[in-house]
């Protein structure tokens, strides 16, 4: 046990299920970084990732980063921090996600001492830790896409002393018929539930994951399966943020050109969309759709259609919006947010989702309630 680990432990606090204390303690987190993580600077032409070498700062300070409470990013672009040969530009691919953020959702799912847990997504590998030593390496399987992640993932386990199942593979389709955990739990976030996912739990058991979209809105889905191969249940209450399973990532984006289109006053107000839950509501409305601009200047553009709107006050008092292409964004957006603020403009922890073979639907207050169908 570290005094680094036990400080960590102090400073998260909040700790709603004590199994998750002894872990907190035991593991080394600083073995998870690999011996390189990426930082955000500011280049000359904008935001770049710079790497920071274990072996070129003090011993001391790389335990001060490790035992953070940080999301430490330690792949961009699919290139490792340690193989990076200088500032970066582009999107993070991995990372050593802040530990508060872990331990929430370990103990979301409601991990119990003799649960079976598949995990999607092992990352450098430090929850897989925390869930071996809470529950011994022959109760956890951990899938990662990236092999070179996985690699990195492996070696921190070892070193560590710990030898779960981890697979290379697509998270979203591993199956196993003889399998039938008690707990599935993603660290990457979805914009639905993969069926194969149904298929890896027994009658009872969870799914937990991190529900997202292409305007970043995100709930905690936590599913109890049906026996009758369902899977349904409420959102949590949790503001968090993953990132995305790598097939489920948005796509370039596409171009577009302001002020085209037909134009209206709008009936609700842009800002409701700044609300995570309003923002979440417009989400389901336009599933494939990516927000830009903030406030009253709104632009919503459809990867899918190439359909987009915007919207801009007036000088007088309320908006306008223009909407072109074959999609009515905006019309659909007002009518969810119209649904959502006719229930009392509740939070994400009134909505549910409900799975099946053939559907998946969030449905606003009950299972009979107005519903909207994930892009499945």
């Excluded at 492996?154 to 707990?183: I, N």
């Excluded at 939070?347 to 207050?365: H, P």
Aim: proline share 7%.
């Amino acid at each position: 046990m570290s005094s680094e680990s036990v400080e960590l432990r102090s400073t998260l606090g909040g700790l709603t299920n004590s199994g998750w204390s002894g872990p907190l303690e035991t593991v080394r987190r600083e073995h998870f970084l690999g011996e390189a993580v990426f930082r955000p600077a500011e280049g000359p032409e904008g935001p770049v990732w710079e790497p920071i070498r274990r072996d070129r700062v003090h011993p001391d300070r790389w335990l001060a980063m490790a035992y953070a409470d940080e999301t430490w990013v330690t792949q961009v672009n699919g290139v490792m921090a340690e193989d990076a040969t200088g500032a970066m530009t582009g999107a993070p691919t991995s990372s050593s996600t802040k530990p508060s953020l872990v331990v929430r959702m370990l103990e979301r799912a409601g991990i119990g001492e003799d649960d079976r847990v598949l995990e999607i997504g092992a990352g450098t590998g430090y929850s897989t830790g925390l869930m071996c030593e809470r529950l011994g390496d022959s109760h956890v399987t951990s899938v990662e896409f990236d092999p070179a992640v996985a690699g990195r993932a492996r070696s921190a386990l070892r070193t560590t002393g710990y030898t779960p199942t981890l697979l290379v593979g697509d998270g979203l389709s591993v199956y196993d018929e003889d399998a039938e955990y008690d707990r599935l739990i993603a660290t990457c976030s979805v914009r639905y539930v993969p069926v194969p996912w149904l298929w890896q739990v027994r009658d009872g058991g969870t799914i937990t994951t991190p529900l997202s979209g292409w305007m970043s809105a995100t709930v905690l889905a936590h599913l109890t399966l049906a026996d009758d191969g369902t899977a349904g249940g409420r959102f949590l209450a949790d503001e968090l943020s993953f990132m995305f399973a790598r097939a489920h990532d948005r796509p370039p984006r596409s171009h577009y050109l302001l002020g085209i289109g037909e134009e209206r006053d709008s009936l609700i107000d842009p800002r409701l969309l700044e609300d995570p839950t309003g923002l979440f509501v417009a989400q389901l409305a336009a599933p494939s759709a990516e927000k830009l601009g903030m406030g009253n200047r709104v632009i919503l553009l459809d990867v899918a259609t190439g359909s987009q709107c915007s919207t801009e006050p007036l000088p007088g008092g309320g908006w306008k919006v223009r909407q072109h292409g074959p999609l009515r964004l905006w019309d659909a957006v007002e009518q969810a947010i119209s649904t959502w603020q006719s229930a009392g403009s509740p939070g994400k922890e009134a909505f549910g989702l409900t799975v099946t073979r053939d559907s998946q639907r969030v449905w606003l207050g009950d299972p009979s309630s107005p519903s909207w169908n994930l892009p499945a």
